[in-house]
């Protein structure tokens, strides 16, 4: 049974930091291409963090700097460090697993494309 299970969020002020961690179980974790996504009330899902089976990472714009997303092989998990939150990082944090074989291209891609795997979500709240 495949299983994204995302945990960590929480309410927090803006300047603060939170961990998020995503267990997978149920499918070879090590060969995917790992995402994270989020969405906030109102607003379509955007790509926040991906990370290619080499390592290899990118970031939407709007977390550059800030956010850092990592994976651990061994634990197949998956994890995105967010520091300086702000108001505006306000979403329900998913992570996702891509098809297998994608290109590099389409791992980096901000949209949910060629997603095999969804999380439930975490949610994260960032309080002025």
């Known amino acids: 049974q495949v299983q994204l299970v995302e945990s960590g969020g929480g309410s927090v002020q803006a300047g603060g930091s939170l961990r998020l961690s995503c267990a997978a179980s149920?499918?070879?974790?090590?060969?995917?291409?790992m995402a994270w996504f989020r969405q906030a009330p109102g607003k379509e899902r955007e790509g926040v963090a991906v990370?290619?089976?080499?390592?290899?990472?990118n970031y939407a714009d709007s977390v550059k700097g800030r956010f850092t997303i990592s994976r651990d092989n061994a634990k197949n998990t998956l994890y995105l460090q967010m520091n300086s939150l702000k108001p505006e990082d306000t979403a329900m944090y998913y992570c996702?697993?891509?098809?297998?074989?994608?290109?590099?291209?389409?791992?980096?891609?901000?949209?949910?494309?060629?997603?095999?795997?969804w999380g439930q979500g975490t949610q994260v709240t960032v309080s002025l």
């Open positions: 996702a697993a891509r098809r297998v074989w994608v290109t590099k291209p389409i791992c980096f891609a901000a949209a949910d494309t060629a997603i095999d795997y």
């Open positions: 149920g499918f070879a974790y090590s060969s995917r291409c």
């Open positions: 990370i290619d089976r080499d390592g290899s990472t």
